[in-house]
């Protein structure tokens, strides 16, 4: 079993810049891969980017080139660094722990154009 928590998100002028943070507890955080998603009104659940325990990372290619995902396992925290930021970024974001099948409550980043 795994608790996720998310923060960091907000509203933003496009071009701005945000750090979603999620603090995970009650399981190995340094043994466990790592998403984060994102939902946009209207629309579905879509990955963002996603980290092995290892440190390998992966993202859309929508995003790829201003969002950066990474991790701090003595935190055990998982970020999302989202530079050049544009209003077709603004969603719920999510993250997500495969091996639990364990979602946050989700953060909203709203990108005002």
């Known amino acids: 079993q795994v608790q996720l928590v998310e923060s960091g998100g907000g509203l933003v002028q496009a071009g701005g810049s945000l750090r979603l943070s999620c603090v995970a507890s009650?399981?190995?955080?340094?043994?466990?891969?790592m998403d984060w998603y994102r939902q946009a009104p209207g629309k579905q659940r879509e990955l963002v980017a996603t980290?092995?325990?290892?440190?390998?990372?992966g993202h859309a290619d929508s995003v790829k080139g201003r969002f950066t995902i990474s991790r701090d396992n003595a935190k055990n925290t998982v970020y999302l660094q989202m530079n050049s930021l544009k209003p077709e970024d603004t969603a719920v974001y999510y993250c997500?722990?495969?091996?639990?099948?364990?979602w946050g409550q989700g953060t909203q980043v709203t990108v005002s154009s």
């Open positions: 009650g399981s190995i955080f340094s043994a466990m891969p």
């Open positions: 980290i092995t325990n290892d440190g390998i990372t």
């Open positions: 997500y722990a495969p091996l639990y099948a364990a």
